[in-house]
């Protein structure tokens, strides 16, 4: 049996753009956890069968719109702090990069999103621990390298 080829946690990382010319993109520091998912928003349609209007008819469904979200958690790190901030409270979207590092092959999702939570916990005993979502705004670009 041949075994399939997997990542480790840190060659799939969640980069923030800084929105200078030309763009840099950092992963701000302390996530342990973190998840990139994507989304179709779907309209239902029933279809009538034409040569026999008795018989069940059957639903189609169209693309309406896709959507992205990310999220992670993890240590809050000082250094990470006012990166996501300055993102969380910007009226603008923000690029971000998540990057799927396969050795050979990079794969990279570009795409702008707004930071829609932010929360900050602790435990007694415990570290500051950080939770990030981010919702996407607008087409994304995918590119394999």
């Excluded at 034409?50 to 719109?65: E, I, K, L």
Aim: aromatic share 8%.
């Amino acid at each position: 049996m041949a075994q399939p080829q997997t990542m480790r946690f840190g060659k799939f990382r969640v980069l923030l753009g800084n929105g200078a010319t030309p763009e840099v993109f950092t992963a701000p520091c302390g996530f342990t956890s973190r998840s990139f998912s994507r989304s179709k928003e779907l309209t239902d349609v029933t279809v009538p069968d034409c040569d026999d209007p008795d018989a069940p008819s059957h639903v189609a469904r169209d693309v309406r719109s896709l959507s992205s979200s990310i999220s992670g958690s993890g240590i809050l790190a000082k250094s990470a702090l006012p990166v996501w901030e300055k993102a969380f409270e910007s009226t603008e979207s923000v690029n971000c990069r998540v990057e799927m590092d396969w050795g050979a092959t990079k794969i990279t999702y570009e795409q702008r999103f707004h930071i829609s939570s932010m929360e900050l916990t602790a435990d007694d005993g415990a570290r500051v621990q950080l939770s990030i979502q981010m919702e996407s705004d607008g087409a994304f670009k995918r590119t394999e390298a």
